[in-house]
Structure formats: C-alpha cells, structure tokens
C-alpha cells in the first residue's frame, strides 16, 4: 500500500512540473513563429496580365519586389511552370531597402489564353513565393 501512494505522489509531482513548463513553452513557440513569418521582400505585383501578345514573340514579364527587412535577401532559385518561360534574375545579395528584379521571358509558340507560374525562393522566407502571368497568344 505505501509503495502505491508513493508511486502517485511521484506521478502527480511529475505531471505539475511539465504543466509548469508548457506554458512558457508555448509562448517560446508563438514568439519564434511571429519572427518567421513577416515577409521582408514586398512584391509590387504578384500576378501581371499582359494582355494580347503576338504568336512567335517572345514577351518578358518583370516583376519587382523590395526588401523591408533588416538583412540583406539573397534569391536562391526562380523556376518557371514549363519549359516555354525562361527566368532570370539578380544574383548578388539585395540590401535592406533596396529593390530588385525577377525578369520572366514567355514564348508565345501557341494561340490562345495561357497562365503560367514562377516560383522564386529566398533566403528571406521560408515558403517560395508564385508569381503568376497570363495573356492571351494572337
């Protein structure tokens, strides 16, 4: 019987010490969270329509973004949704307060609608960022 109360007692003692901690833990958590989750690049437009473009032409799209943050940003990868968008992009370091470019060149080989995407990734945030374009080939 005295080994039973003993064995609760050390039961409940080791349960309210990992209640006290919890809390503290959780706001550890939401701190690290808000830190990661304000973007320092600001994009001045995320998707672009070009409107009407003539077949066999190819037509670049620039999209600009600065960086609000406290760093500097560097691009890591921009990648189109298919083989007919070709990308290019700074490859040096953006300072803080500086803006940049991502440049993506859409060969209009087919008539018709199209949207495409670019996936640019930075050091900055943790999910890439899709940047879209869509128009339509004359």
Known sequence: MKIIKISML?????????????????????????GTTASTIVWKAETIDVGQIPQGTPKAIVYEFKNTGKTSVVITQVQGSCGCTATDYIKEPILP????KVTATYNAANKGAFTKTVTVTTSAETAPKILTLKGTVI
């Not at 080791?14 to 969270?33: C, D, R, T, W, Y």
């Not at 307060?97 to 940049?100: L, P, Q, T």
Request: charged share 15%; glycine share 6%; proline share 3%.
């Open 10 to 34: 050390a039961l409940a003692l080791g349960l309210m010490s990992f209640s006290a901690i919890a809390p503290v833990q959780s706001i550890v958590n939401e701190k690290e969270i808000e």
């Open 97 to 100: 307060g500086k803006s940049a």
